[in-house]
């Protein structure tokens, strides 16, 4: 901020802004910030206002709701199942069903892969043997293995677990590897000349060095572990919100449809949000990015 | 003490090879030194010549492909104790605090937390960090931080200190300031320095004997006494007539080595 030229009286310090001239100018800066966020939030409202209102305008002129359903519809429907429960029992039991599922996958899986990405990240031979296999694994639709997986452990929670699992492990697996045998040679040299040994140098260099790559496919990973948990129950299952929108689709109830997906939708958003959270307080010690300072 | 004369660094004929692409890259060849207790020896040569290979033969990092390592008298088969290492780049851990990174030695040792961190808190205090214990290292400057890694490495109390080109990154006035803090730290410490550098100044301002090595592979061209009283300053020694006679001597010798290694580099570009 250039300082107040109409003052003569602070000619000394004249290069110094003064105290109240700061003061000033961060109040400046910060109802500046204040102004832009309130706009951003507002032409957000505007965005959905425009197309939820579109949508249910053309859905009661133009296009069939019966197909296409609208946004009036979807919004009862979400009503009905949260006052009065689903053709399946209570909304809750199936969020509950569907999250712990998600959940179970979510925390095997991402366990699974950073141990195995860490192990093979570190280690050079096993990290070449088993090179051909991964990459045919990952090659593999693994969406297709809910459908064996219901053969494998019947219609119960473990079939869609396990479907999670699958698709948690291999985006955590991929970059806990990288993460691993990305750290720098000198900072495990240096803890090893400090006196560590295999263990510590694992613990205390190389598993923080990779939280970074770890805590990013986490953000992707739990998204996976929610498609695995729907997917498994659409595939064949008792409870859970994958089955009601099966059903919805069997009854051609496009809003039913959609208010499942409304709801999978807002439980990836907490989750994320959550995540979000715990990278923020497992990476404090990182620099800020460039993009958190910005010029006033 | 009994080994007041017995040296604690022994090199006799090591040659390191490194497997480069096709071919193999010699970086030492036939290599002799001897370092007594309590010696300030720097070691000089052009920019690249295998300087920091040494280095890592007498730490255990790497084994040397032909001729023997003694570290207080024993060969050198995994890292040998009593052996504190200041790399060329910033090693301290960025998700640790100030005071954590000091702490990791004794940790790794075997302290318990509470102990170690009181050591480390000495320490820290001694390279003249008090006050930043909480910090981490990425709001340091850079002479900050290698006062970090100073505190890490002496917190280990080692004999023998292993330094590669550790203030090369620095701007002139604090690597001034780092050379008087390492010599003020080291002085009554009784530890044995090997400081590899490629600032012939910095050499002679730090060491009790000079070695000049051959451009790469590197060998030892010659081995030069630095006769400055002690203690010195970093800053005044400098200006004084027997620097200016002992630089122009070893100069004398490096600077044939640096004519070949810029040849080299100049033969690549070409």
Request: charged share 20%; hydrophobic share 45%; proline share 5%.
């Amino acid at each position: 901020m250039p300082h107040d030229v109409r003052e003569p009286q602070a000619a000394p310090s004249a290069a110094l802004p003064t105290p109240e001239e700061d003061a000033r100018a961060a109040a400046q800066a910060r109802s500046a910030a204040l102004r832009r966020r309130l706009t951003i939030y507002l032409v957000r409202i505007v965005l959905v206002a425009v197309w939820l209102g579109s949508w249910e305008l053309a859905a009661r002129n133009w296009i069939d709701p019966f197909y296409y359903s609208r946004p009036t519809s979807i919004w009862d429907r979400l009503v009905d199942w949260f006052s009065h429960g689903t053709s399946q029992g209570s909304i809750w039991e199936q969020i509950s069903y569907t999250l712990r599922e998600a959940v179970l996958g979510f925390v095997l899986g991402s366990l699974g892969g950073v141990v195995l990405g860490v192990v093979l990240g570190r280690s050079r031979f096993l990290s070449d043997v088993c090179a051909p296999f991964i990459k045919a694994a990952n090659a593999i639709p693994r969406i297709i293995l809910a459908s064996l997986f219901v053969i494998w452990f019947g219609l119960g929670m473990q079939s869609k677990v396990a479907t999670a699992f699958v698709l948690v492990f291999f985006a955590v697996f991929f970059n806990a590897f990288q993460g691993a045998r990305e750290v720098d040679r000198n900072l495990v040299n240096n803890a090893r000349i400090l006196g560590a040994g295999r263990w510590a140098v694992l613990r205390t260099v190389v598993v923080p060095s990779a939280t970074s790559w770890i805590l990013a496919s986490l953000h992707s990973a739990f998204g996976f572990a929610i498609i695995g948990a729907v997917v498994g129950e659409y595939s064949g299952a008792d409870k859970g919100l994958g089955l009601l929108i099966n059903h919805a689709q069997g009854t051609f109830d496009a809003a039913g449809i959609y208010a499942g997906m409304i709801i999978i939708t807002v439980l990836a958003l907490l989750a994320e949000w959550l995540l979000t959270m715990l990278e923020g307080r497992l990476l404090r010690w990182r620099p800020p990015s460039a993009a958190d300072s910005n010029p006033v | 003490m009994s080994q007041q004369k017995a040296p604690v660094i022994e090199i006799r004929g090591a040659t390191k090879r490194f497997r480069s692409g096709a071919g193999l890259h010699t970086a030492v060849r036939d290599l002799d030194l001897t370092v007594a207790p309590g010696e300030f020896v720097a070691v000089v040569g052009p920019t690249g010549c295998g300087k920091s290979t040494t280095l890592s033969l007498v730490s255990g990092l790497e084994p040397p492909s032909a001729g023997t390592v003694r570290v207080h008298g024993e060969p050198v088969t995994g890292i040998p104790d009593g052996v504190g290492y200041m790399f060329q780049n910033d090693a301290v851990l960025p998700w640790r605090s100030v005071l954590d990174n000091v702490a990791t030695g004794p940790r790794y040792r075997g302290a318990a937390k509470r102990e170690a961190r009181e050591q480390a808190r000495e320490w820290v205090a001694r390279v003249g960090l008090a006050g930043f214990e909480k910090y981490y290292p990425h709001q340091l400057s850079g002479g900050m931080r290698k006062r970090v890694a100073l505190a890490q490495t002496l917190v280990n109390e080692p004999s023998i200190l292993l330094m590669d080109e550790p203030f090369s990154a620095l701007d002139v006035q604090t690597r001034g300031l780092m050379q008087d803090e390492l010599l003020r730290l080291w002085s009554g410490s009784g530890a044995a320095v090997v400081f590899v550098t490629h600032d012939l100044e910095e050499a002679l301002v730090l060491a009790d004997r000079v070695v000049v090595m051959t451009a790469g592979p590197a060998t030892v061209k010659g081995v030069f006494d630095v006769p400055l009283e002690r203690p010195r300053d970093a800053e005044e020694v400098r200006l004084t007539p027997e620097f200016l006679d002992i630089y122009r001597e070893v100069w004398e010798s490096l600077r044939e080595e640096v004519q070949i290694t810029r040849e080299r580099g100049a033969g690549r570009a070409a």
